[in-house]
């Protein structure tokens, strides 16, 4: 089950638009699922995120968004060390961590991906402090990934279904 949502979460962050920024002028393209349409160079477009990277892939385009580098996620995993709340994370911070790996050079893909996994491990344990609350604040919860509100909500219901069948008379 929680596989399956994973890639719902994945799926939803590839189908999101983003905008995107011509590099050729006067490019017929027909996308999938979408009317043959003119790029012309310099002037921005919304397109799906997914169809944004194949095009970024081919030249055709710059993605306006801008990434996450080495910098954000050293700046984040110490302000996440440092608070004793979550932190706001940019949208889809997983997932564009991901991909900063799977971009990066050898020599940085480690340090990403040590800085990622404090940034995991400590999220974590803030998140389950807060499964055990009766009722999390909601700006807390507002703060949490998509991947941790999937996670919460699992072990939030675990754990009530838990305490009912351990405290239930057949003995669960």
Same mark, same amino acid.
């Given at each position: 089950m929680m596989k399956r949502e994973?890639?719902?979460?994945r799926l939803k962050y590839e189908l999101d638009d983003t905008i995107v /920024?011509?590099?050729v002028d006067s490019k017929n393209i027909r996308l999938p699922g979408l009317e043959e349409f003119v790029i012309e160079r310099g002037k921005a477009l919304r397109v799906y995120r997914?169809?944004?990277?194949r095009l970024a892939d081919s030249g055709w385009v710059k993605i306006g968004e801008e990434n !996450?580098?080495?910098?954000d996620i050293t700046s984040m995993r110490w302000l996440e060390s440092?608070?004793?709340v979550l932190i706001k994370l940019p949208e889809f911070f997983y997932l564009k961590a991901v991909k900063? /790996?799977?971009?990066?050079?050898?020599?940085? /893909?480690?340090?990403?991906?040590?800085? !990622?996994q404090e940034i995991i491990d400590i999220r974590l344990r803030k998140l389950i402090k807060l499964v055990f609350l009766k009722e999390a604040p909601a700006n807390i919860l507002e703060r949490l990934q998509p991947e941790e509100k999937l996670l919460y909500s699992f072990l939030k219901e675990a754990l009530k279904i838990w305490q009912?069948? !351990?405290?239930?008379?057949?003995?669960g």
């Amino acid at each position: 089950m929680m596989k399956r949502e994973l890639k719902k979460i994945r799926l939803k962050y590839e189908l999101d638009d983003t905008i995107v /920024i011509p590099q050729v002028d006067s490019k017929n393209i027909r996308l999938p699922g979408l009317e043959e349409f003119v790029i012309e160079r310099g002037k921005a477009l919304r397109v799906y995120r997914g169809m944004a990277n194949r095009l970024a892939d081919s030249g055709w385009v710059k993605i306006g968004e801008e990434n !996450l580098t080495l910098k954000d996620i050293t700046s984040m995993r110490w302000l996440e060390s440092s608070e004793e709340v979550l932190i706001k994370l940019p949208e889809f911070f997983y997932l564009k961590a991901v991909k900063l /790996i799977g971009e990066g050079k050898d020599s940085k /893909i480690m340090e990403v991906q040590n800085d !990622l996994q404090e940034i995991i491990d400590i999220r974590l344990r803030k998140l389950i402090k807060l499964v055990f609350l009766k009722e999390a604040p909601a700006n807390i919860l507002e703060r949490l990934q998509p991947e941790e509100k999937l996670l919460y909500s699992f072990l939030k219901e675990a754990l009530k279904i838990w305490q009912k069948e !351990l405290m239930s008379p057949d003995g669960g």
